[in-house]
């Protein structure tokens, strides 16, 4: 990776906790990198749909999705660079990324926090962004508290404790006016053991 893919994002604190809190860092990844980056996933990651349970019935999940390990032989270039810069960004050693693929302001993914069974607890989780912008929700379990709202850009991440996961829902919920399809690059640490069921 070059130095000059990195800017100097000032980071904006969202949710405070024992661990890292919830983080939203922008500008992180150049933003000629971030629009490659989200081209190349666009084109040739084998984008899955997945099925749900909802009220007894049988529904799509409204976006698409992959997952690769980072330790696959394999790994697509662009995986390889952006894992290693958000490795240094968040101070982990992620070995998984999930990408969510939202075609249009009709895909979301309804407010939840990420399963912990199987991560390595006190990992954070960092989410990066790529193409059009979308809104985060994130809410205090607790109820308390208003819910906020933050605006993800292209090339922006996410960084969320593991802790967090506990305390704080977040979702993409639907909306219009969205400028395209948007990708989200989701990296976790997994327990060596757990990673290879995935
Ligand atoms: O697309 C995002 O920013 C959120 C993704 C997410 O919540 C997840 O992968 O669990």
Known sequence: MLQSDLFDATPLTLVEDAESGIRYLPDVVRQATAHAWFEQALANVAWGNQRRLMYEREVDVPRLMAHFSLEAPDLPEPLIAAAAQMRMIAGAQ???????????????????????????????IAILSLGATRRMTLRAKSGKGRTLNVDLHAGSVMVMSYASQFTHNHGIPKMSGVDGPRISLAFRCFDASKLKER
């Open 94 to 124: 992620f070995n998984s990324v999930g990408l969510n693929l939202y075609r249009d302001g009709n895909d979301s993914v309804a407010p939840h926090n990420d399963k912990t069974q199987g991560l390595v607890p006190g990992a954070p």
